[in-house]
């Protein structure tokens, strides 16, 4: 059993930065696939950012490529997103999400039935 906790979301104006940090109570942390996912009010959760064990493969949603990057610290057993040139429409609750290997890289890797264990979210609000 993996527990996940996030930490690092908060308010920011548009063109802003964020770390988003996920911090995993599992020793054998590294042979797990992690993802960021987010959902806004009223929309299904998204695949926002996936990497697979040891690092050797991740993958973005498009609407976010070139300005998210995520990675794992696996001596220390967290995944992180960070995020540049925030926009509005990245306002959500992000959740990060473990699935033990083999990971599936691409598109289906950001599929939420894929993943077994999931944190509780922490919000990210960006005004314009």
């Known amino acids: 059993q993996v527990h996940l906790v996030e930490s690092g979301g908060g308010s920011v104006q548009a063109g802003g930065s964020l770390r988003l940090s996920c911090a995993a109570s599992?020793?054998?942390?590294?042979?797990?696939?992690m993802t960021w996912f987010r959902q806004a009010p009223g929309k299904e959760r998204e695949g926002v950012a996936t990497i697979s064990a040891a690092g050797v493969a991740s993958y973005y949603v498009a609407s976010v490529r070139g300005r998210f990057t995520i990675s794992r610290d696996d001596a220390n057993n967290t995944a992180y997103l960070r995020m540049d040139s925030l926009k509005p429409e990245d306002s959500a609750m992000y959740y990060c999400?473990?699935?033990?290997?083999?990971?599936?890289?691409?598109?289906?890797?950001?599929?939420?039935?894929?993943?077994?264990?999931w944190g509780q979210g922490t919000q990210v609000t960006v005004s314009s």
């Open positions: 599992e020793s054998t942390y590294s042979r797990y696939c």
């Open positions: 999400a473990a699935a033990k290997v083999p990971c599936v890289t691409g598109l289906p890797g950001l599929e939420p039935a894929r993943y077994n264990y």
